[in-house]
């Protein structure tokens, strides 16, 4: 009975997971003929926009050629009328100097025929009829007389649609999630020279395998990409997964989005959780800031006993009441002199990375890991639940790690934001400089339970940044450390540019043993 059961769950299973297939390819039918209308009536809006341009750039030229003609039409006239001007005004001296001339030849007074010769001479010498050129200035023949379409109607014949551009192809292998960026790389099918750029669009999902037609997130774009490959940069990786398509665009046409890929991009997020922050600490969704009026009125019994015969700031430099850690049900928040607040999420496995950023002018801060028993009066590394690095610049500067009321003064500059590493697993927790990733300090531990983020702040604030990837130049050096175990009898069979960087980082702090449990 019960094996048929377990037999009917197996294809009530497989039913409701083909149900779900095939609704969503219904969903992606129905959004694709919606589509197809829409961009049918683009494309003959798009058509007639193309001819419309075409008539208007030949209507265009053809205003443009026409006043060239009648530019031309006007200036030949005119030459041509001055001459016929000028030629009329001689013929009509030439008559009268002829006239004039047939005349004297009449004269039989030879003085009279000489004086009369004489004048005709003078004036045949200035006749206009001599000095002009018997040549028309301008030609019957138009300059600018016809226009030959005889290579461009052929062309204009052989007209035809500009294919659309093929679906592209992402290829996985190239893909590449590193340092809070993403890089998604795609070829071509079939090689189009015509193609002028691409769209890739993505969007952040939990769901693993094919996208959804429907889903929590909308679609982002980056437009106007030139090239076959691009990096997504400043990401907050807040889903365990990313969607990703891409589609090739020439000057009239988009093409088909290429299949769609989801890529992980698993990373540790949380926030503070408030229901265990000190009455003195403010919290909000990423930051956690001292405020040294929010705890009065509040818990007074406490604080009296707490901070009885003394005015003013309480130091966290006091040793805390020491007290049996008490259950999470029985404890509300951090009280007394631990200034503290704990991460929301806990790490039962695996390799998390966040980074904290202190204000500047922030007093005493630590930055670390705890088990959520941790007792409500307890300050952080001052018991064996709680590992932390500490920054004190009240009166005296000092920097530290503790664990168990033990402290190693670290023999470096306090940086400006702390980068938090936890291989859970391998029971290693880590701290380095956020910004050049050098190490810090490292506790080795063998957690018996799930840990948490912790903090203490005194006289200042803390900025959380999570979503991170755990960074490349960190998982270089845990797989470097964890590699060689330490032995610099090792690095010599190494490649000597990773001796180099293992001979850097036998400059840092070394793992604390002395802080271990």
């Known amino acids: 009975m019960d094996s048929q059961k377990d037999a009917l769950q197996r294809i009530i299973a497989t039913l409701a997971n083909k149900n779900e297939e095939l609704q969503n390819f219904i969903e992606t039918l129905n959004h694709t003929l919606g589509r197809v209308q829409v961009n049918s009536t683009q494309v003959v809006s798009d058509l007639e926009e193309e001819f419309d341009t075409l008539y208007s750039i030949l209507d265009e030229m053809k205003e443009s050629m026409t006043n060239t003609i009648k530019q031309d039409t006007v200036r030949k006239s005119h030459e041509l009328q001055n001459q016929l001007t000028q030629s009329t005004s001689a013929l009509e001296s030439a008559e009268e100097l002829l006239e004039f001339a047939n005349n004297a030849l009449h004269i039989t007074d030879e003085g009279d025929f000489t004086k009369a010769a004489k004048q005709i001479k003078d004036r045949v010498t200035m006749a206009p009829a001599f000095r002009l050129t018997l040549k028309p200035k301008a030609t019957d023949n138009m300059t600018h007389l016809m226009v030959d379409f005889s290579q461009e109607r052929p062309l204009l014949q052989g007209l035809k649609f500009l294919p659309v551009p093929r679906a592209p192809e992402i290829v996985l292998g190239d ?41 929590e997130q909308c679609w982002e774009m980056v437009d106007d990409v030139k090239s076959t490959e691009h990096t997504l940069q400043g990401l907050r990786f807040d889903t365990k997964f990313m969607n990703f398509r891409v589609r090739a665009c020439n000057k009239a046409a988009a093409g088909d989005y290429s299949d769609p890929v989801t890529l992980e991009t698993r990373a540790f997020n949380f926030g503070f959780d408030s229901t265990s922050s000190h009455l003195n600490l403010k919290v909000e969704d990423r930051s956690v800031e001292w405020d040294p009026q929010g705890g009065k009125g509040v818990d007074s019994k406490v604080k009296g006993k707490e901070n009885k015969g003394r005015s003013g700031t309480p130091s966290p430099k006091r040793t805390s009441v020491t007290r049996s850690p008490a259950p999470r049900g029985a404890r509300d928040r951090f009280t007394g002199e631990s200034y503290t607040v704990l991460g929301d999420t806990s790490m ?118 999570t979503g991170l990837q755990i960074p490349s130049a960190v998982r270089s050096f845990q797989k470097t450390e964890n590699g060689l175990g330490g032995s610099n009898s090792s690095i010599s069979q190494q490649d000597p540019a990773v001796a180099c960087d293992i001979c850097l980082y036998d400059k840092l702090p070394s793992v604390d043993s002395s802080l271990m449990p």
């Open 175 to 215: 893909c590449l999630v590193i340092d809070n960026e993403v890089t998604v790389a795609w070829r071509m099918p079939v090689e189009d020279s015509k193609i002028d750029h691409y769209i890739l669009e993505y969007r952040k999902t939990c769901h693993e395998g094919l996208p959804r037609v429907k889903d």
């Open 348 to 465: 039962e496995s695996g390799q998390h990375y966040w980074e904290v950023k202190p204000q500047k002018d922030c007093k005493s801060y630590s930055v670390g890991l705890a088990y959520r028993n941790l007792g409500k009066f307890e300050q952080l590394g001052k018991t064996n639940i709680s590992w932390c690095i500490h920054v004190n610049n009240w009166l005296q500067n000092s920097f530290a790690a503790k664990h168990n009321n033990k402290a190693k003064n670290l023999d470096v500059a306090a940086p400006d934001s702390i980068g938090v590493y936890c291989d859970f697993d391998r029971g290693q927790l880590s701290f380095y400089n956020a910004e050049n990733k050098q190490l810090l300090h490292t506790f080795k531990v063998k957690f018996t339970q799930p840990v948490v983020p912790a903090f203490m702040v005194w006289c200042g604030g803390l900025t959380l940044s």
